[in-house]
């Protein structure tokens, strides 16, 4: 795995669309080294899709980004300020300011079951 770096950041902006692949959430956070990281788009619920495409895991991944994060409404989610693991330019991870408390999606949800 390549090298991953955990560094503060401001999120500057929240997105929970219906996009390619149905209802979708990411953030764009911003770094002392990055203006413009991305976290996501993640897939929550695809209607009318396989199972094994996409599971309905919405509000179990709205949860853990806004605990994590210690934001009760997705509305306060813009310029609060968390931590990001990036890997190759990519966020792979968000956590908490201060404790250590991390929510990495693809580590998370990898086998298809919720920790």
């Known amino acids: 795995m390549a090298d991953v770096i955990q560094c503060n950041a401001v999120i500057k902006e929240t997105r929970l669309s219906v996009g390619r692949y ?3 959430f990411g953030l764009r956070v911003m770094t002392k080294d990055y203006d413009d990281l ?4 993640y897939p929550l619920y695809a209607p009318g899709k396989a199972e094994d495409v996409v599971r ?10 806004l605990t ?4 009760g409404y997705l509305r306060s989610l813009p310029n609060a300020v968390i931590r ?5 330019g990519d966020v792979i991870g968000i956590g908490h300011a201060i404790e250590d ?11 298809g079951e919720q920790e």
């Open 56 to 65: 309905d895991y919405a509000g179990d991944f709205l949860w853990r980004v």
């Open 68 to 71: 994590v994060t210690a934001v």
């Open 22 to 24: 149905g209802l979708e």
């Open 101 to 111: 408390k991390w929510f990495v999606p693809k580590m998370e949800y990898r086998s």
């Open 84 to 88: 990001v693991r990036i890997c190759r």
């Open 38 to 41: 991305r976290f996501g788009p």
